[in-house]
């Protein structure tokens, strides 16, 4: 998952992303002005968008209904140091799903970065489970039909970003734009790589497995299809 | 408003003004009434007195005797029971009588003409005439009859024209009161109706507070004269405490983004070290982050308490004056030698040229008194020269240019700083000296500050009644140019400054 931090203020700025990282594993993009965020923004590749409201060149809140304006979708999380209801009403009528107000806690902001993302790829529960896959968002662990398997960062992310989206291809474009942020060397069989490794781990854990990810030649990858998925939480 | 102090009511004033003078009014009306009833019903009284007498006179008849005596007829004579005559003849020899006429002192027949005088009888005031009348006894008679002198005292009692002069004074006395018993109420109500406006004005005033400042004064009272300038004023000082007060709150909200992000920092970088088992180079690493944030909200802290502490030297509250900078040239000169470590970091170069004491004139001449705590005055400079250097290109140079200027009554200094760094985007300009502003974010991460450095300067400037201002070429550097007005050195004043009074609050 990737995340777009504006924010003026360095050093929070060097925190939030710091933990944004090693928290959730989340590729962080960080524009330190209003406009540099809108031109990032543009990319369309973040699923959460972390936006402080004074910026200098572009204020959050404009950057906020620009970015509805033109019909983007990006799960948008406010951090305020504005008081009064007001403000907050105005800020969530401009099309703000979450707002936090400063100063914050680091771990209520990874958990509702999180939520967003989560609610934002449409599911409702951290836990997603999918052809016998379990995958717990929080504890970022994965089991198959129970049995844990052991993933590196990178894996786990490309199984989570994959069983967000159960029947749509992903092209290894798409998993690169919201796995790296933009200071990654960005070559397409890194992807490869990770899959192949992801596969191998995934078939270990059974004896007599089924292919789980299935590859699209020249489209990208795709949950196999032949099991029904389904995203409901299995409590 | 202390309680013991009643409310005073113009109106009741002005009704109970206009009152009291129609109360002095009526008093002399009644009075005057008095006087002048008084004297025509006494002018008539005494035509009367002098009418009875002639009417006594007719009465004295020749008594047909020898020596040719004159008598009284009192049989034909009608007049009043109550009054009273007497006559007498030339003689001193009493002629008659009225019936009442009892103990009373003859009148001094001496007298020529006619005279009047008092007389009690049976407790009446009576008024008595005392005239001369003749009678010419015989005039058959050849050489014309003789002439016989009467002399006739005629009284009749006052009562009646007292009667009569009071009865026109209470009709008077009484019409005055009822004048004030109709004017009272009308005055008041005339004065109700010609308050009204005060009233609206009184009302839509009120509705004025901290959250609505809408004052829009009703037309009855900015078209009345008495009213017009108040409404005015009422509206100039809403308008300037609206604008102070949005300053403030404005200044608040951005003080309280500052604080609230610096806090955000320090908190969010402990908790980053929480996150998660770290080794002990981490950790060290993790809380001398720690400390430089911490260090910068205590930074933001100081100086949004300079600020405060420059804004609002209170006038009226006698302290002890900090020492006033009364060598500006002297300062500067020391404040640049205190940065000059920090310039040789940066590799910049600082110089101060000074036009006004390279010329060789008197020393006593060329001290430079400014209004200005000697503290704030190097915090100006130290301020402006940091905020050159911060963005000085390094190998480049700051030119420190201090001019004065001669008017006809006061004399200006000048002291302009000139950097050659990157300049300043002409859209920031206009924003440089406001608080929190901070120009480009990516400025801000190599140089730090707080955003409150020139607003800082800009402060002391203008506490000093002086002004300061930029201006800016891009990629060519900036020039920061403060003026400030001498001080006139009053002995008076200076005797107040403690010498040792000052190094306490100076910061850092």
Redesign the interface.
């Known amino acids: 998952m990737r995340v777009l931090l504006v924010e003026?203020?360095?050093?929070?700025a060097e925190?939030?992303a710091?933990?944004l990282r090693?928290?959730p594993g989340f590729a962080v993009d960080w524009a330190?002005?209003g406009q540099a965020g809108d031109d990032s923004a543009r990319l369309r590749c973040y699923d959460l968008v972390v936006l402080d409201l004074?910026l200098?060149r572009l204020d959050g809140l404009s950057l906020l209904r620009r970015l509805r304006s033109r019909g983007d979708p990006t799960p948008v999380l406010i951090l305020t140091?504005?008081?009064g209801a007001r403000s907050i009403i105005e800020l969530l009528n401009a099309g703000a799903d979450d707002y936090l107000?400063?100063?914050?806690?680091?771990?209520e902001l990874i958990a509702r970065a999180k939520a967003l993302i989560r609610r934002g790829m449409g599911a409702a529960h951290p836990t997603l489970t999918a052809l016998g896959l379990e995958v717990n968002t929080l504890e970022q662990t994965v089991r198959r039909e129970g049995v844990p398997v052991e993933l590196s960062p990178t894996e786990y992310r490309i199984l989570e970003y994959l069983i967000h989206r159960p029947r749509a291809v992903v092209s290894k474009r798409e998993l690169l734009e919201h796995l790296y942020d933009y200071n990654w060397e960005h070559h397409s069989n890194v992807i490869e790589a990770h899959v192949s490794n992801l596969r191998k781990k995934l078939e270990a854990a059974l004896p007599n497995p089924e292919p789980v990810i299935e590859t699209m030649r020249g489209r990208g990858y795709r949950l196999a299809p032949e099991m029904s998925p389904s995203t409901k939480p299995r409590l | 408003m202390r309680a013991s102090i009643q409310p005073r009511s113009i109106a009741f004033r002005l009704i109970a003004a206009v009152l009291a003078v129609e109360l002095v009014s009526s008093l002399a009306v009644i009075f005057l009434s008095l006087g002048y009833e008084r004297h025509s019903h006494f002018r008539a009284f005494d035509v009367m007195l002098h009418g009875r007498a002639d009417t006594v006179i007719g009465a004295v008849q020749d008594a047909e005797d020898a020596s040719d005596n004159v008598m009284l007829n009192q049989a034909d004579l009608h007049l009043p029971s109550e009054d009273i005559y007497e006559v007498t003849d030339a003689a001193g020899r009493l002629l008659g009588r009225s019936p009442n006429w009892q103990g009373v002192p003859a009148a001094s027949p001496a007298n020529p003409g006619d005279s009047f005088s008092r007389m009690t009888i049976n407790d009446r005031h009576y008024r008595v005439l005392s005239t001369h009348g003749s009678r010419i006894v015989d005039p058959a008679d050849p050489g014309g009859g003789k002439l016989r002198q009467v002399t006739i005292l005629y009284g009749s009692p006052t009562y009646h024209v007292w009667r009569a002069i009071r009865g026109a004074v209470e009709f008077y006395a009484a019409g005055s009161i009822l004048l004030l018993l109709v004017t009272g109420p009308l005055i008041a109500w005339l004065l109700h109706r010609g308050l009204l406006p005060l009233r609206q004005l009184a009302s839509l005033a009120a509705l004025v507070s901290v959250n609505s400042w809408q004052f829009s004064p009703p037309d009855s009272a900015r078209t009345t004269t008495e009213l017009a300038p108040l409404t005015q004023a009422i509206e100039n000082v809403l308008q300037r405490l609206e604008r102070s007060f949005r300053q403030q709150q404005t200044f608040v909200s951005d003080a309280a983004h500052e604080l609230k992000t610096a806090v955000a920092v320090i908190k969010s970088s402990l908790q980053l070290l929480g996150m998660k088992a770290r080794t002990a180079a981490e950790y060290k690493a993790g809380l001398e982050r720690c400390l430089s944030d911490s260090l910068r909200l205590e930074e933001i802290v100081a100086k949004m308490l300079i600020l405060a502490r420059i804004e609002n030297q209170d006038r009226s509250v006698p302290r002890p004056l900090p020492p006033p900078a009364d060598d500006f040239a002297e300062i500067l000169r020391q404040t640049v030698a205190d940065l000059q470590t920090i310039a040789a970091l940066r590799s910049v170069e600082m110089a101060v040229s000074n036009q006004t004491l390279s010329s060789p004139a008197d020393p006593s001449s060329t001290r430079l008194p400014v209004p200005i705590a000697a503290d704030d005055c190097s915090l100006l400079i130290s301020n402006l020269l940091l905020n050159a250097l911060q963005h000085s290109e390094p190998q480049s140079n700051i030119e420190i240019r201090l001019t004065l200027e001669s008017n006809s009554n006061s004399q200006t200094l000048q002291l302009e700083i000139e950097d050659h760094g990157d300049g300043i985007d002409p859209e920031e300009l206009p924003h440089v000296f406001d608080r929190f502003y901070r120009g480009d974010p990516s400025r801000t991460r190599s140089t730090g500050g707080t955003g409150l450095g020139l607003a800082i300067c800009k402060a002391v400037a203008e506490k000093a009644g002086g002004t300061i201002a930029i201006a800016s070429q891009p990629s060519q550097g900036a020039t920061v140019t403060v003026r400030l007005p001498l001080a006139n050195e009053a002995p008076s004043q200076q005797s107040q400054f403690l010498p040792e009074g000052g190094g306490e609050n100076s910061p850092g």
Request: proline residues 8%.
């Open positions: 003026d203020e360095v050093r929070l925190n939030l710091a933990a090693d928290g330190a002005d004074m200098p140091a504005k008081e107000a400063k100063p914050f806690d680091l771990g």
